[in-house]
């Protein structure tokens, strides 16, 4: 079954910090196993990148990226408050990739809710989140005050809709939802909102156009997220949503993203390091497997994609093997040859 096609450059690996390389590691067993087009560029990030370097986003990471223009990355460790500034952003930035997609869909059968299938499409490089912070201080106080701006351009917000918009016709989906707070933000939320009006204009009669405020998706979110098709929404609410929407599947461990950019494309699962369980060998690499998946898919391989997601299905539901977090006994390594084993042979 396999594709004796390589990609044409090796992509760029980053293990990351904590769960990252025991969950990559995973990953590139089941991609050799199943004959996948990728070979790997392995560099580091974060603060693996540090202790040996003292570069949290080494040049030689970047410039591999630039090379290959699609990288697959492990979770990296970010300091709360002071320390450096987060690699995930900085990595947004860098190679312009404003479209994050967060696909989630039931994994596990008979949950709380079952049958999800939802897409959230996060502006990645705009909004509250670009985090243009300062104080002001205010007698003796250096940080009296705490200020944060905002950022959304008409274009970005354009562009973000273009591209919701088009996945939504590419992929079958019926209805792109716009959720913002243009009752509150107006300028800030509202130019995100009337981008979204303008675009559905040209997709009538193809994809439906709705909006949400914030705060009210939120809650339909936990009272009935069948009503949902693709939702597309600013930089923070996306962070926040998908985390929510993460808690519809069974939580962190089923849940990947694509960053999607002109230049480049980076693959990763949603959750963060796992401080608390790195090295034990206990980590769930579904999410990331997911999300190489989703980098199958990119380059036009969702027939791998596929028997990927298949393999996945087979290994939890009727094998029963199942990583902690899942309620099951499975250590990492023994649930990753779970799904080799599921694979069709190469
Ligand atoms: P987290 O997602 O790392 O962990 C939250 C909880 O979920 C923990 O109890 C953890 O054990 C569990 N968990 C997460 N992934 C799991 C997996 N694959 N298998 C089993 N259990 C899993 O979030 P937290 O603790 O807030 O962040 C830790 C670090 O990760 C921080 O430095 C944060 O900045 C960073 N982070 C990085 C991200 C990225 O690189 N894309 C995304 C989110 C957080």
Known sequence: ??????????????????????????????????????EWDEHQGGLGAIEAGGDPLPPATLDSIRRSK??????????????????????????????????????????????IDIVLIRENIEGLYVAFEHYIPVGDDPHAVAISSG????????????????????????????????????????IFLNAGQEVAKSYAGRVQMDDRIIDACAMQLVLNPWQFDVIVTTNLFGDILSDEMAGLV?????????????????????????????????????????AAGLMLEHVGRGDLAQLL???????INQDNVRTRDMGGTASTQEFTKAIIRRLPSA
Do not use: C, W
């Open 250 to 290: 069974g939580g962190l461990g089923f849940a990947p993203g694509a960053n999607i950019g002109h230049s480049a494309a980076i693959f990763e699962a949603v959750h963060g390091s796992a401080p608390d369980i790195a090295g034990k060998g206990v980590a769930n690499p579904v999410a990331l497997l997911l």
């Open 151 to 190: 950022v959304n351009t008409k274009a970005g917000s354009r562009r973000i809709m273009e591209f919701a918009f088009d996945y939504a016709l590419k992929n079958g989906r019926k209805k792109v939802t716009v959720v913002h707070k243009a009752n509150v933000l107006k300028a800030l939320t509202g």
């Open 1 to 38: 079954m396999s594709a004796k096609m390589t990609y044409p450059i090796p992509a760029t690996l980053i293990p990351g910090d904590g769960i990252g390389p025991e969950i990559t590691d995973a990953v590139r067993l089941v991609l050799a196993a199943m004959g996948s087009p990728f």
């Open 70 to 115: 699609l990288a697959l990355k492990g979770p990296l460790t970010t300091p709360v408050g002071g320390g450096f500034r987060s690699v995930n952003v900085r990595l947004r930035e860098e190679f312009g990739l404003y479209a994050n997609v967060r696909p989630v869909r039931t994994v596990i059968p008979g949950q709380r809710y079952g049958n």
């Open 309 to 315: 997601r298949a393999a996945i299905n087979s290994t």
